[in-house]
């Protein structure tokens, strides 16, 4: 591994936005650590898109083994860490009123969506100080993807709104008791974006799309989010923490 080759780890990057992600910051000359949940066959056919150093880590992030696996994998393989991406996510497996929903989907969808990211970013902050004072690396970066559902009602996956809300208040957190450190953490909020995440409401958000529900009416790409990406841990915005970036379609505008 050359020496001064940044690492970028992701989460849920094997496929939708964590993969375009991936792939972006790979094309950019960054070494790629993807934690996933799928198989290692399929981490290995994804990593053979990547740069050749780059590595796949099979962890369930809910799971506090299996993130400080992911933490003394990075150590052990690469010793440093430049940027997190907290993009793992999952929606409930049935779209249940709330008045209905179970507990059961509630800890599953907030165990995922925001105590794996929340517990991660501690561990790997902490990594990120210790590489700071020994001059490792300079302008460590967090990312953490959460969704317009951070501030948008849908009362048929409640427990999916709170947990990107929730996301959204880490970000804050975050990016508040990191700053004295120099680690900057943003937040991207996508819109409705074609993964496989939003295949079973297809149609409806085309309706959406076509009435006018975003200024722009097109179905945000996964490289839309990867862009936004790119330009964050390019340093672009150094006088900046905590904030958010839309990329929505202007979904966020509240029109009359």
């Known amino acids: 591994m050359e020496e001064n080759k940044k690492v970028a780890l992701i989460t849920g990057g094997i496929r939708g936005i964590g993969f375009a992600i991936a792939n972006k910051l790979s094309k950019e000359g960054f070494i790629i650590a993807i934690a996933d949940i799928c198989s290692v066959n399929t981490g290995a056919c994804v990593l053979s898109k990547l740069s050749k150093e780059s590595v796949f880590i099979k962890a369930d992030i809910s799971s506090a083994k299996d993130r400080q696996r992911i933490l003394n994998k990075i150590k052990d393989k690469f010793g440093r860490i430049d940027v997190l991406i907290n993009n793992a996510g999952i929606a409930p497996k049935t779209r249940a009123d709330i008045l209905e929903a179970s507990e059961e989907s509630f800890d599953r969808v907030l165990s995922v969506n925001l105590k794996g990211p929340y517990f991660l970013t501690q561990k790997i902050a902490n990594y990120m100080i210790s590489l700071l004072k020994e001059e490792k690396i300079q302008d460590p970066v967090i990312i953490n993807i959460s969704s317009m559902s951070a501030y948008t009602s849908s009362p048929c996956r409640g427990e999916y709104c709170i947990s990107k809300a929730g996301v ?52 945000g790409l996964p490289a839309d989010i990867s862009t936004a990406v790119s330009a964050i841990v390019s340093g672009a915005f150094p006088f900046s923490t905590g904030e958010v970036f839309n990329i929505d379609g202007g979904f966020h505008l509240r029109r009359l």
């Open 168 to 219: 959204s208040m880490m970000t804050k957190l975050y990016a508040d008791r990191l700053a004295e450190y120099g680690i900057n953490v943003y937040e991207i909020r996508p819109g409705i974006i074609m993964t496989d995440m939003t295949k079973s409401v297809k149609e409806k958000y085309d309706e959406l799309i076509e009435k006018g529900v975003t200024p722009l009416k097109r179905w």
